[in-house]
């Protein structure tokens, strides 16, 4: 089992900055590839950005490149997106999450991963 916890979220104006934090426990942090989805009101799950077991590859949503970062520090068990450039249609709680394989087209999919955190709350004012 690994039991993943984000933190960071809150409300900031357009324009502005947040950094998300995912903390991991559980098996070795390292064994799993990590994904950022997030969820707008109102509608499913989206794929936000994944990144490799060791942070050397990642990936982004067309919608948030260039202005979302994805990192792990695998010495501290952590995961973070940091988030530059907000626009209100960012508004939505971002969930962390970690799988086993990395890449492929399934990378993008909610059922690919196996364990998920809680969410946090990011709302972005026009």
């Known amino acids: 089992q690994v039991q993943l916890v984000e933190s960071g979220g809150g409300l900031v104006q357009a324009g502005g900055s947040l950094r998300l934090s995912c903390a991991a426990s559980?098996?070795?942090?390292?064994?799993?590839?990590m994904g950022w989805f997030r969820q707008p009101p109102g509608k499913e799950r989206e794929f936000v950005a994944g990144?490799?077991?060791?942070?050397?590859?990642?990936a982004y949503d067309d919608s948030v490149k260039g202005r979302f970062t994805i990192s792990r520090d695998n010495a501290k068990n952590t995961v973070y997106l940091q988030m530059d450039s907000l626009k209100p249609e960012d508004t939505s709680v971002y969930y962390c999450?970690?799988?086993?394989?990395?890449?492929?087209?399934?990378?993008?999919?909610?059922?690919?991963?196996?364990?998920w955190g809680q969410g946090t709350q990011v709302t972005v004012s026009s």
């Open positions: 990144i490799s077991w060791s942070g050397d590859s990642a």
């Open positions: 559980g098996r070795p942090f390292s064994r799993y590839s």
């Open positions: 999450a970690a799988r086993a394989a990395w890449g492929g087209t399934s990378m993008t999919r909610t059922y690919a991963y196996d364990y």
